[in-house]
């Protein structure tokens, strides 16, 4: 509770905001922003209303492009 899944870009060695991940019970397809060309993607647990910048301890997945 008070927590949400936010989904990053790494975009030239930085992380980009995609958005939140909404996680209200039901499984949808949800539109995240477009990057271009990404290095890779991350998801991290992230204080209710998002985060300006990742908090890496709380990273659950990271994958390259």
Do not use: L
Request: charged share 20%.
């Amino acid at each position: 509770e008070g927590k949400h899944y936010q989904f990053w870009g790494i975009v030239d060695g930085k992380p980009v905001s995609g958005g939140m991940i909404s996680t209200n019970g039901k499984y949808r397809i949800q539109k995240m922003k477009s990057f271009g060309r990404a290095e890779a993607f991350a998801i991290t647990v992230e204080a209710e209303g998002g985060s300006v910048t990742p908090t890496m301890n709380t990273m659950v997945v990271m994958g390259k492009s």
